[in-house]
């Protein structure tokens, strides 16, 4: 089982930039994907980006794609969303997802899940 534990949340104006990471522990997958999503109060939990862990091929949301930037460090075993350009709609609890099957957009297709982090965007 893969543990994820994400970081680098916090409070933010509108226009700013902040980085999460997800770092990862445990078994690991030979061939897997790693996942962003998030999830506002009172709204279903929503896709924002994928890295698939070895080809390192991404897919985006069409709300974060340009502004959001996935990638992963294999060697430190972490996963990072660099996320510029930040709207209040942007706030939301992030959570970092595993999975061992191709790039997918839907949660349910995603195995392990960490704990989240609280991204808050001012306006």
């Known amino acids: 089982q893969v543990q994820l534990v994400e970081s680098g949340g916090g409070l933010v104006q509108a226009g700013g930039s902040l980085r999460l990471s997800c770092t990862t522990s445990g078994q690991t997958f030979s061939s897997y994907t790693m996942g962003w999503f998030r999830q506002a109060p009172g709204k279903e939990r929503e896709f924002v980006a994928a890295v698939r862990w070895r080809a390192g091929g991404t897919l985006y949301a069409d709300s974060v794609r340009g502004r959001f930037t996935i990638s992963r460090d294999t060697a430190k075993n972490t996963m990072y969303l660099q996320m510029n350009s930040l709207k209040p709609e942007d706030t939301a609890v992030y959570y970092c997802?595993?999975?061992?099957?191709?790039?997918?957009?839907?949660?349910?297709?995603?195995?392990?899940w960490g704990p989240g982090t609280q991204v808050t965007v001012s306006s």
């Open positions: 997802a595993a999975n061992n099957r191709a790039l997918s957009r839907y949660p349910g297709d995603y195995d392990c």
